[in-house]
């Protein structure tokens, strides 16, 4: 009896246990009844028909993400690369994705290198990287046309890696180089260009400068010497007009013969004394006719000219 009813309570557990199913919040059961799709449990307690139902597809309902491997792709320029990616999926439909496709995360991400393949394809080395969004955006639309009868809704799709081959890395190495040193002797010569425009328009403002002043200078100069001749012929007419004056004075006649006199005695002695030979006046009565002219000079200055005097007999030469 005691094992009759141990045997009826573990066969009474055993189909316990196949009825109860228990379908956790984040995942979808899909459910078959003697082999044919019988619904689609969600989280919570179910029960089943022993023997008749079953569990045949357990679906992860949150957003999954998939590594995509790196590939190797042509690009348009005709250069080698490495690509690899990341894809963002979620199961929006468990019946579909159990029954659509045999595997659609293994779909999902061969359709996704193919799709990359290709799109790296149409666009050159440099487009590849600073077109990162546009290559995205495109493979999640195509990707996501294919997925809609799989029941799985495409978010989307990001490239992590573009690795050029090594060969290619070198040359690049090169030609960023070359673009450098490229910039460097242009930034050179631009500066250079700038420097003598800089000491050219710095030469012309200092010639300007120089002839302004050389002119203010002359004109300077001219003034200072117009005022000087303006001065001096000023000076020299009053002096004339005082020794007018003083001449028709009494005596300024008489003082007027002995200052040309004095005069003409200073000079002769310089000449005496400067001069390397002798001179001696040629003719002596010369000097008194000089004399005598000086005063008539000055009485016609003074007063009506006086009456002509008998040329004097000449002296004999010394």
């Known amino acids: 009896m005691f094992t009759a009813f141990t045997v009826f309570v573990l066969v009474a557990l055993v189909i316990f246990w196949k009825m109860c199913v228990v379908v956790p919040m984040r995942e979808a059961f899909v459910k078959e009844r003697l082999g044919k799709f019988a619904g689609i449990l969600p989280p919570g307690l179910h029960f089943m028909i022993p023997f008749l139902d079953r569990i045949a597809y357990r679906h992860e309902m949150r957003e999954q993400v998939l590594d995509i491997p790196a590939q190797s792709c042509i690009t348009r320029d005709n250069i080698q690369v490495e690509v690899d990616g990341l894809v963002y999926l979620k199961v929006m439909d468990a019946e579909k994705a159990s029954y659509g496709i045999q595997d659609y995360r293994r779909a999902c991400v061969n359709l996704a290198q193919t799709t990359m393949r290709a799109e790296i394809g149409k666009l050159t080395l440099d487009n590849t990287f600073s077109e990162r969004e546009t290559v995205n955006e495109q493979i999640v639309r195509e990707i996501d046309k294919a997925s809609e009868s799989w029941g799985v809704k495409v978010l989307r799709y990001e490239i992590r890696n573009i690795t050029p081959s090594a060969n290619?890395?070198?040359?690049?190495?090169?030609?960023?180089?070359?673009?450098?040193?490229?910039?460097?002797?242009?930034?050179?010569?631009?500066?250079?260009?700038?420097?003598?425009?800089?000491?050219?328009?710095?030469?012309?403002?200092?010639?300007?400068?120089?002839?302004?002043?050389?002119?203010?200078?002359?004109?300077?100069?001219?003034?200072?010497?117009?005022?000087?001749?303006?001065?001096l012929a000023e000076a020299t007419a009053r002096g004339i007009e005082r020794v007018g004056q003083a001449i028709g004075r009494p005596g300024g006649e008489t003082a007027l013969k002995m200052r040309i006199i004095e005069q003409y005695l200073e000079e002769l002695g310089r000449i005496l004394k400067e001069s390397k030979v002798s001179v001696v006046p040629s003719d002596l009565a010369n000097i008194k006719g000089f004399f005598e002219g000086m005063s008539r000079v000055g009485a016609g200055m003074s007063g009506p000219p006086a009456p002509p005097r008998p040329k004097p007999v000449p002296a004999k030469t010394l």
């Open 168 to 231: 290619v890395i070198d040359t690049l190495e090169k030609q960023m180089e070359a673009e450098r040193q490229k910039r460097a002797k242009i930034t050179l010569a631009t500066a250079g260009k700038e420097a003598l425009i800089n000491r050219s328009q710095g030469e012309k403002q200092e010639a300007v400068n120089l002839s302004e002043g050389a002119r203010q200078q002359r004109i300077n100069e001219a003034t200072g010497r117009a005022q000087e001749i303006t001065l």
